[in-house]
């Protein structure tokens, strides 16, 4: 079975800073992965997503995720943060391996915290 | 914007009463998928709806059901409401089986 670990509930970084959101996942199939982020109050958006193309994904807002099998990780960076990154960032797999593509199975999220 | 709009954005229940939630999908969408997601944790699927009939579940007791409609909108309705309940539900369309998730903003149920 599909699951995904997010290290560090908590991440603080000044603005202009590298930001580095760690992902791990345990997948029996090849995975498809996703960082998603959350404003307060809003609904999920879709960032970027690996479905077993090339290892290194560019998404939205400058951010980027490179795709490891050898470490099991999916870590999500971004070279330089802005105030306005400051949210909820969830990774996620997708059970597409059980059929059920409309199921991905979510971290618990890493909150971002960018300061002045 | 996503296209896909939630009702109602907040509602207060009591303890063994029924909700049911609304989900309007994004035009030419023709799968739903609705989650739970609990204060401080993430996402959990509940189901998903394809033309009109479930074709995949989460850990959740058959008290949460749901419906789609020939328009694709959808509903989750929740039986004998419990304290646990209480989450943001989150309803996500996608235009195929296999396509991306647009996801609603979310209904906040409390159950007192």
């Given at each position: 079975?599909?699951s995904v670990?997010?290290l560090?509930?908590?991440?603080?970084?000044?603005?202009?800073?590298?930001?580095?959101?760690?992902c791990?996942?345990?997948?029996?199939?090849?995975?498809?992965?996703f960082?998603y982020?959350?404003?307060?109050?809003?609904?999920?958006q879709?960032?970027?997503k690996?479905?077993?193309?090339?290892t290194?994904?560019?998404?939205i807002n400058?951010?980027?995720?490179?795709?490891?099998k050898?470490?099991?990780?999916?870590h999500?960076?971004k070279p330089?943060?802005?105030?306005?990154?400051?949210?909820?960032y969830?990774?996620?797999?997708?059970?597409?391996?059980s059929?059920?593509?409309g199921?991905?199975?979510?971290?618990?999220?890493t909150?971002?915290?960018?300061?002045? | 914007?996503?296209?896909?709009?939630?009702?109602?954005?907040h509602?207060?229940k009591?303890?063994?009463q029924?909700v049911?939630?609304r989900?309007?999908?994004q035009?030419?969408?023709?799968?739903?998928s609705?989650?739970?997601?609990?204060?401080?944790q993430?996402p959990?699927f509940?189901?998903?709806?394809?033309?009109?009939?479930?074709?995949?579940?989460?850990?959740?007791?058959?008290?949460?059901?749901?419906?789609?409609?020939?328009?694709?909108?959808s509903?989750?309705n929740v039986?004998a409401?419990?304290?646990?309940?209480?989450?943001?539900?989150?309803?996500?369309s996608?235009?195929t089986?296999?396509g991306?998730?647009?996801f609603?903003?979310?209904?906040?149920?409390?159950?007192?």
């Amino acid at each position: 079975a599909q699951s995904v670990t997010q290290l560090g509930s908590h991440v603080s970084v000044s603005e202009g800073a590298l930001v580095l959101l760690r992902c791990n996942y345990s997948s029996s199939v090849p995975p498809y992965l996703f960082w998603y982020v959350q404003y307060p109050n809003q609904g999920l958006q879709l960032l970027l997503k690996y479905t077993s193309a090339a290892t290194l994904v560019k998404g939205i807002n400058g951010f980027e995720a490179e795709f490891k099998k050898s470490e099991t990780s999916f870590h999500l960076t971004k070279p330089s943060a802005h105030m306005s990154d400051a949210a909820e960032y969830f990774c996620a797999v997708s059970d597409h391996g059980s059929g059920n593509t409309g199921k991905l199975i979510f971290g618990q999220g890493t909150t971002l915290q960018v300061k002045p | 914007e996503t296209g896909v709009t939630q009702s109602p954005t907040h509602l207060i229940k009591t303890r063994g009463q029924q909700v049911t939630l609304r989900c309007s999908s994004q035009s030419g969408h023709n799968t739903v998928s609705w989650y739970q997601q609990a204060l401080g944790q993430g996402p959990q699927f509940i189901f998903q709806y394809y033309r009109e009939e479930e074709n995949g579940r989460g850990n959740f007791p058959p008290r949460f059901s749901g419906l789609q409609f020939p328009n694709y909108s959808s509903e989750l309705n929740v039986n004998a409401l419990e304290l646990d309940d209480s989450a943001l539900y989150l309803c996500a369309s996608r235009p195929t089986s296999d396509g991306e998730l647009f996801f609603g903003e979310g209904s906040r149920l409390t159950v007192l």
